[in-house]
């Protein structure tokens, strides 16, 4: 396995996600799942998109190593355990109290979450009971999980009850809130450009929205700062690594090619994010994406 | 304050500034922070809220236009509502607003309206604290140097700036005089000199005649608005003309970024152009392709004589200038003795060319047309601060600037003292009536160089009444004009007869009021003293912090070993590390604004570190 092809497939699918295309974004993630069955990012997705989008997307066949558990009571992100534990994944749950919003947005909610239409009553559901019973599943010694235990722990029954009997379909959520649940649960397992994406979505629609003003400030300084890591110290001069000639053939944008241009060997990072007249974020971004590439050094 | 204290020379120009002094009997023009010896007069705040001086502020002109003050010299001392004013507000990009009393000019800039004398201030600390940096000392004591043409509030404007920057202003002295200085002329010759100095923003010819260590500017023309950007903007016309034709009709123009990059190119070009005879421009992905497209590049030759043939009108417009002016002094191009070029332009061959051409001899070309005119105020500074050997006393008299006078019936300008007068002095004119039984009379004092009063600045004016009433012109009236060695201009009128009397009293003033001035020095007077408050901070905070980086050295061993033991956070070190070396920058570089940045991180990396050393610890210990 590779991380630029995990990377690659985890990129595709929140592209396909945030364009629309679930059924792609669930393959692309379902993909990644095979290759990296722990991954915490494709697990979030494809559980925010059975939650959000179960009407229009047909059940997609989850592979062995990457059956959505629902595991009640758990927090909507992956705690890492101390050094020299035993690794326990978490996976957010559907309408599980403490899950983002994302995962209150699903139309087969928990019966805690919203009451059986009047005069029906389901089938009593170990959701209904507070914090599972059942020990925390492990992962096993070579890593992923231990599907063997899933099955012998699991005691989940369906959501929807035989004998075509459901609940009324939820009105549906507004895009915003659907976007701000997302972005949040995104903000949690570490995805900031993934949860920056959908609060531009949100500001787009409600420019005066507050909240997703203030996740915008979080992701973005966050963002900042992990840039800025790769760049050295503010004061700090960065120089072309490449010969002059070589630059025509790298694959930038022109705002890259405008940053690359003021590099001159006398400019420092703070005098660049200066005079850039883009974002600080976009700036960071661009700066540390040419470290990266190996066009300019510190 | 002793006399060994560092004097420097300021040229401060429309579009670039250079400073310079005279070391060990030397003129030598003192390098900038950057390296560079000009300096960009040019002032930002950029989109970051950071205040950019100089090359970087430059650099961003286009990008920030509504941000960034340049040829704040053609604003300095001029009333809200003049021609030049105006001209001004249709060509720059960023906002004008008047003062509070309303007769001057203000620049909104980062939320605040400043007076373009606090903007030159800016530069002018710029060129200070370069000075600084270069002698390893504070500098207090300049000559600035000022167009020919200016006049007392242009003047008092400038001075303003140099208090404002911390500087006590020894001289302001006439540009083509300091350029004159600084070639060593008036020493032995008695000639006539004409100095053409095509700078970036402004073109200005002014004959000199010299002799006996007196300079007088007998005559000045020029054009404000023709300098070197003009010529850059004609190699940026001719880029983006051809990328167009070359890229399916992309406007360059449209997109600020490309249009900076353009012109930093198109001025690198021009200026190679004068020691080659072509020149490449190569400016990689340039703008974007469109339609998802990838990022364009351009990549020019510039031979020089395109850019001759790009610039030759511009150059006409030099030598018809020159023309009008030498005719309207009455001199011929035969009678010129020397002629100095000045500003980065003339270095231009075709320049050079043209002035050979119009005067039959060769121009002056051993002093650097950029530094001239600061070498020349630096050794006008070492002049007045350190003996000179006798004979060889080059000393500038203070003398008035521009012709002051009455405005008179028709609306026209009567001289009552000609320019260059040495001041202190004080002359009397007689004037009477034009009407009949007429019982007032209207002053108003004026300094220019127009026949037309209303061409020339108003500097007061007041009523005299109580004449008495007679046929027209059999009413005599005294106008007496006095100027103190402080430069106060005193006017008083008087019906001869009756003995009526009424005076006023001008001032050269920078449109800044008293009030105004004392609060910018006492800021500047407060950030000195929040500097050393700061510096003191930051002495604290820097203790603080290199404990705490101590102390997260020592967890390393115990934290490297506790990774060991499990697959997460195998980069926790290696971020730790960027972590301190952020934070040794920011304590070597004495940067508090980025200590401070940074106290959270190191916090952060100290309680994690803790954490992860203490379960990695054997049980028991």
Not at chain 2, 200 to 219: E, N, Q, R
Request: charged fraction near 25%.
């Amino acid at each position: 396995m590779s991380v630029a092809d995990l990377s690659e497939l985890i990129d595709q699918g929140i592209k396909a996600y945030l364009a629309g295309r679930v059924k792609d974004a669930l393959a692309a993630f379902q993909r990644a799942l095979e290759l990296d069955p722990g991954n915490a990012k494709a697990r979030g997705y494809i559980v925010r998109i059975h939650a959000i989008t179960p009407a229009t997307v047909a059940p997609v066949a989850p592979s062995p190593a990457a059956v959505p558990l629902p595991s009640p009571g758990a927090p909507g992100a992956v705690t890492l355990p101390p050094p020299g534990t035993r690794a326990v994944v978490r996976l957010p749950a559907p309408g599980v109290a403490g899950a983002s919003s994302a995962g209150r947005a699903a139309t087969a909610p928990s019966a805690r979450s919203r009451p059986p239409p009047e005069g029906e009553e389901y089938d009593p559901s170990p959701w209904d009971e507070g914090p599972s019973a059942t020990g925390t599943l492990v992962l096993d010694s070579a890593g992923g999980l231990d599907l063997d235990a899933v099955a012998e722990k699991s005691d989940i029954r369906p959501l929807v009850p035989e004998g075509g009997r459901g609940p009324a379909p939820l009105p549906a959520r507004s895009d915003v809130e659907v976007w701000l649940g997302a972005a949040k649960e995104l903000f949690a397992l570490g995805d900031f450009t993934g949860s920056l994406e959908l609060i531009e979505k949100v500001l787009q629609v409600d420019p005066d929205h507050g909240e997703a003003r203030e996740y915008l400030t979080q992701n973005e300084a966050t963002l900042v700062s992990m840039y800025e890591s790769k760049l050295g110290p503010p004061y700090a001069v960065p120089r072309l690594a490449i010969k002059p000639e070589e630059v025509m053939w790298l694959n930038l944008d022109h705002r890259a090619g405008f940053l690359l241009a003021q590099i001159d060997g006398m400019v420092d990072y703070e005098a660049l994010f200066a005079l850039s007249g883009l974002p600080r974020l976009d700036t960071a971004r661009i700066l540390a994406n040419l470290i990266a590439d190996g066009v300019i050094t510190s | 304050m002793s006399d060994l204290d560092p004097v420097i020379g300021i040229d401060l120009g429309t579009t670039n500034s250079v400073v310079a002094t005279v070391r060990d009997g030397v003129p030598v023009v003192i390098p900038n922070r950057a390296g560079q010896l000009l300096t960009p007069s040019i002032v930002a705040i950029a989109k970051n809220g950071k205040r950019l001086v100089g090359a970087l502020a430059k650099r961003q002109a286009i990008t920030n236009a509504e941000s960034t003050v340049y040829a704040a010299k053609r604003l300095i001392g001029r009333r809200w509502g003049s021609k030049e004013v105006e001209d001004a507000r249709r060509a720059l990009p960023y906002a004008l607003v008047p003062g509070p009393e309303g007769n001057d000019v203000r620049v909104q800039l980062g939320g605040r309206a400043l007076a373009i004398s606090e903007i030159s201030a800016m530069v002018l600390a710029e060129l200070r604290a370069d000075a600084e940096a270069w002698f390893g000392r504070p500098v207090r004591r300049a000559v600035i140097t000022v167009p020919a043409y200016f006049n007392d509030g242009q003047r008092q404007s400038t001075k303003d700036a140099g208090l404002i920057a911390g500087l006590e202003v020894l001289r302001i002295i006439n540009e083509p005089t300091s350029a004159a200085l600084a070639y060593g002329f008036g020493k032995q010759m008695e000639k006539k000199v004409v100095v053409f100095d095509l700078g970036g923003g402004t073109f200005d010819v002014s004959i000199l005649d010299i002799g006996k260590s007196v300079y007088d500017v007998v005559a000045v023309g020029g054009d404000t608005y023709l300098g070197g950007e003009d010529f850059d903007r004609r190699v940026m016309d001719w880029l983006t003309f051809t990328f167009a034709k070359e890229n399916g009709g992309i406007d360059l123009r449209q997109d600020k970024m490309a249009l900076q990059r353009l012109r930093d190119g198109a001025e690198k070009a021009k200026c190679e152009l004068s020691g080659s005879t072509a020149a490449s421009i190569h400016l990689p992905f340039l703008v974007g392709g469109g339609d998802g497209k990838s990022a364009l590049h351009l990549a020019k030759q510039l031979a020089r004589e395109k850019l001759e043939e790009l610039t030759k009108d511009l150059i006409d417009r030099c030598v018809a200038v020159t023309e009008r002016t030498l005719k309207d002094a009455g001199v011929r191009a035969v009678q010129v003795g020397e002629v100095i070029l000045v500003g980065g332009m003339t270095r231009m061959p075709r320049v050079q060319h043209a002035v050979r051409e119009l005067f039959g001899k060769e121009p002056c070309k051993g002093v650097h047309p950029d530094e001239v005119v600061a070498l020349g105020a630096a050794i006008q500074g070492h002049a007045l601060t350190a003996p000179q050997p006798k004979g060889q006393e080059v000393l500038l008299l203070d003398v008035t600037p521009q012709n002051l006078g009455l405005m008179v019936v028709g609306g026209y300008f009567s001289t009552v003292i000609p320019k260059n007068t040495t001041v202190p002095t004080s002359q009397t004119h007689l004037f009477t009536t034009v009407q009949d039984n007429q019982t007032q009379v209207r002053i108003a004092v004026l300094q220019g160089e127009s026949e037309r009063a209303i061409d020339n600045e108003l500097l007061g004016e007041f009523i005299l009444d109580g004449i008495r009433p007679a046929r027209r012109g059999e009413v005599s009236i005294e106008v007496s004009f006095d100027i103190s060695a402080d430069g106060i201009v005193g006017v008083s009128a008087r019906d001869v007869v009756t003995g009526q009397e009424q005076s006023i009293t001008v001032t050269a003033t920078s449109g800044l009021t008293e009030e105004e001035l004392r609060r910018i020095l006492d800021e500047q007077r407060d950030d000195l003293l929040e500097r050393k408050q700061s510096e003191r901070d930051l002495g604290e905070r820097r203790g603080q912090v290199l404990a705490i980086v101590r102390e997260i050295e020592e967890l390393v061993p115990a934290v490297t070993g506790a990774l060991e033991r499990t697959r997460f956070g195998k980069d926790a070190i290696q971020k730790a590390e960027g972590v301190l070396a952020r934070v040794r920058a920011a304590v070597a570089a004495g940067d508090q604004a980025a200590l401070q940045a940074e106290e959270e991180s190191l916090e952060r990396t100290l309680q994690l570190f803790k954490g992860l050393a203490a379960t990695g610890r054997p049980p028991g210990r």
